[in-house]
């Protein structure tokens, strides 16, 4: 079956220190990974997007990396502001012969306090 | 502006009464899908669709239709809605391609409360 798993479930920081939250996966055929953040009632955002052959990929203070033989990805995110208090969901993509559907993780969700 | 947008926003109805949420872009994307979110359980897709007279289910259909007439529209439809499609909706757009990481955009949402 397939599954995306995230760790940990919510997360407290002090802003400005780093975090890394966590995704493994049971997905096949894999096509790609990516990272969304998500505000609380509105839709999900990309941060990044990597394919089996990527092992990192940044955007601005947010840096994904993937282990395609693991099946592991994790999102690290430095020097944290109170703006990235949010959800963080893992999604990753199957591609079929004549189907496309994302698999998407149940979230972290990550407060920043001042 | 490049965007997805659903209407209503906010929708509260009773047990039975059909209703429709649109969802529309304008980005010329192949690719759409209904998603639902509720409450630790992440977004489970309800049914997708890859190009205009082409849709398929998602992981939970049960009590939805759609359809795809016009490649900016796709609209959900709950023919009788009850209590357990209470949730948060969302709409997405992308476009499709070989194995290729098209960005997916999301619209903001749709709120549905069934009485």
């Known amino acids: 079956k397939n599954q995306v798993e995230q760790s940990p479930q919510s997360l407290i920081i002090l802003e400005g220190k780093n975090c890394t939250l966590q995704c493994n996966y049971t997905v096949s055929p894999f096509s790609n990974l990516r990272w969304y953040k998500q505000d609380t009632g509105r839709g999900p955002v990309s941060l990044t997007i990597?394919?089996?052959?990527?092992n990192t990929k940044s955007n601005g203070r947010y840096t994904a990396t993937l282990d395609a033989d693991t099946k592991q990805s994790s999102l690290h995110i430095t020097a944290s502001q109170l703006s990235d208090s949010a959800s963080y969901i893992c999604?990753?993509?199957?591609?079929?012969?004549?189907?496309?559907?994302?698999?998407f993780g149940s979230g972290t969700r990550l407060l920043v306090r001042p | 502006e490049a965007q997805v947008t659903q209407n209503p926003r906010y929708l509260i109805t009773v047990t039975g009464k059909k209703l429709t949420v649109t969802c529309s872009q304008n980005m010329n994307h192949e690719y759409m899908s209904w998603y639902r979110q509720d409450p630790g359980l992440g977004l489970r897709q309800i049914y997708y669709?890859?190009?205009?007279?082409?849709?398929d289910k998602g992981d939970v259909p049960e009590g939805y239709k759609v359809s795809r007439k016009e490649k900016r529209n796709f609209p959900l439809i709950l023919e009788s809605p009850s209590p357990n499609q209470t949730s948060l909706y969302f709409c997405a757009s992308s476009f499709t391609g070989s194995h290729l990481p098209y960005e997916q955009y999301f619209g903001p949402g749709t709120r549905l409360t069934v009485t």
């Open positions: 999604v990753v993509s199957v591609y079929g012969d004549s189907s496309y559907k994302l698999i």
């Open positions: 990597m394919t089996f052959s990527e």
């Open positions: 669709s890859m190009n205009v007279e082409v849709t």
